[in-house]
């Protein structure tokens, strides 16, 4: 889980860079253009040459291909961190001798239906 998230940390910086990189740039192609600054992207592009649009392009791609990596990313985090509710409610069962889950209502409050306490009557 720990290099999912490293991982993750890493992709988004990179990203970060590029965002920073794209909005510097856009900036000053339509400060150069005098295009006006609520211009979208595609407006930009029209209004450059050739090498430069294909420049751009590229960049925008690769953060697409960034935000792609941080989703995939994301869903494998939820799937590990559900994986991992699942596997503590399991042996939480089985050290308790409950069938029950505990639920978390909508205010974050436990409602917990009832359970034994057959670990605790143990030990007392």
């Known amino acids: 889980m720990e290099e999912i998230v490293k991982e993750e940390e890493k ?35 029209e209004k450059i040459e050739k090498p430069l649009s294909s420049e751009i392009e590229n960049l925008r791609d690769n953060i697409i291909s960034k935000i792609m990596a941080i989703n995939q990313l994301n869903r494998r985090n939820i799937s590990l961190i559900e994986y991992s509710i699942k596997l503590i ?3 939480f069962h ?31």
Request: cysteine-free; aromatic content about 8%.
């Open 11 to 45: 992709v988004f910086l990179q990203m970060k860079v590029w965002e920073k990189l794209r909005f510097t740039l856009m900036k000053i192609i339509k400060e150069k253009l005098l295009i006006p600054d609520d211009a979208g992207f595609s407006q930009v592009i």
């Open 89 to 91: 409610d399991s042996y």
């Open 94 to 124: 089985r050290l308790t001798g409950t069938k029950t889950t505990s639920v978390y209502t909508s205010r974050g409050k436990v409602e917990v239906p009832e359970q034994t306490r057959k670990l605790l009557n143990k030990i007392s």
